[in-house]
């Protein structure tokens, strides 16, 4: 860990030292600052914590806090930095493999883009794979899905982001094994994206990958618009650890009747039949999401039920049964 908390500062204090010389070519520099707080309430319809199996709402009955939030972003010339910090369960779990300060690091990266076609990164960065995101003012569920929950989180590395012309791009790089900063072993991973557009950018395909020794995944999100109030987005994946698949197929239906209100409904249907992440069984999970906009302020009332093939989840009086249902109410404020 140390190693790689060196090695980020050395970068960092490369970019440092290299736009303040461009700054004498008056080169244009920006900075933009992010700040979000969310927090939720949830309450479990058979008052039992384990039926919770995916990440960010592991409690019953509580007022949490999900994270605090500070992002700086520096763009000096052809150089960019960033920084983004946490604390909460989300980045607990989200850096469930560091320790101390190190954990609440969520990305720290550098970027040098010599012309509009290619732009190196090197550093920890959130995955490209998947649908959802890390920071709950990125979604309109404020619960995860299965696909999210047992996929990556992040990448730490180094990575070549390339303009194919029109609306085609790619990625292309290498990194520690998934979620690790620092990693003793050998193998790292490739990582890579496809991405496309339709010309009104109604229609947006991106194509992620990720693979090293004994894993690799597969992964598919589209992004489409009908109209003002309308948007159907996908998620699919599949990915097999040590010759063992499971797979997610994730469907996204949004609804916005103005600008003050959205509706959200998530339907997902995960395969873990042989126990490659260790649920061992299918699940059909449907949740329903409000977004309520005041100003900088939403909140989010959310159902949400769970289906499984198999008795997985506990009712009320500790017996194994089939399916599972929540509440939760939570609220983002981003500034």
């Known amino acids: 860990m140390k190693k790689s908390t060196i090695l980020l500062g050395i970068l960092l204090a490369s970019m440092v030292s290299q736009a303040q010389s461009d700054s004498t070519k008056h080169a244009t520099s920006s900075t933009t600052y992010t700040f979000y707080v969310d927090g939720y309430y949830k309450s479990d319809f058979a008052n039992k914590l384990e039926n919770n199996k995916t990440s960010f709402t592991n409690s019953n009955n509580a007022l949490k806090l999900g994270m605090a939030s500070i992002k ?21 779990e989200f850096s469930y493999n560091d320790k101390g300060f190190a954990q609440n690091v969520k990305q720290a990266y550098v970027s040098f883009a010599p012309n509009s076609v290619i732009k190196f990164t090197a550093g920890k960065w959130a995955t490209h794979i998947g649908y959802e995101l890390l920071d709950a003012y990125s979604n309109r569920n404020y619960s995860m899905s299965y696909g999210f929950s047992y996929g990556p989180f992040f990448h730490t590395g180094l990575k070549a982001d390339i303009a194919l012309g029109g609306k085609w791009a790619m990625m292309l790089g290498v990194a520690q094994p998934t979620d690790f900063v620092s990693s003793t072993s050998k193998d790292k991973i490739l990582i890579a994206q496809l991405s496309t557009a339709t010309k009104d950018d109604k229609l947006k395909a991106y194509l992620n990958y990720q693979g090293g020794k004994d894993k690799s995944q597969f992964d598919l999100v589209l992004n489409g618009v009908i109209n003002s109030q309308f948007a159907i987005n996908y998620d699919g994946t599949i990915a097999n650890i ?3 698949n499971w797979t997610s197929n994730a469907f996204y239906f949004n609804y916005d009747p103005n600008a003050k209100v959205g509706f959200t409904l998530r339907s997902e249907f995960f395969n873990d039949s042989k126990s490659a992440v260790g649920v061992g069984t299918s699940i059909f999970q449907n949740t329903l999401s409000a977004n309520f906009h005041f100003s900088k302020f939403t909140i989010i009332p959310e159902l949400r039920f769970d289906n499984a093939k198999d008795k997985v989840f506990f009712n009320k009086s500790s017996d194994l049964i089939a399916g599972a249902g929540n509440f939760i109410l939570a609220a983002v404020y981003k500034f």
């Open 72 to 92: 700086v972003d520096q763009v000096i010339g052809k150089f960019a930095g960033t920084i983004d910090l946490g604390i909460g369960k989300r980045v607990e």
């Open 242 to 244: 040590a010759g063992t």
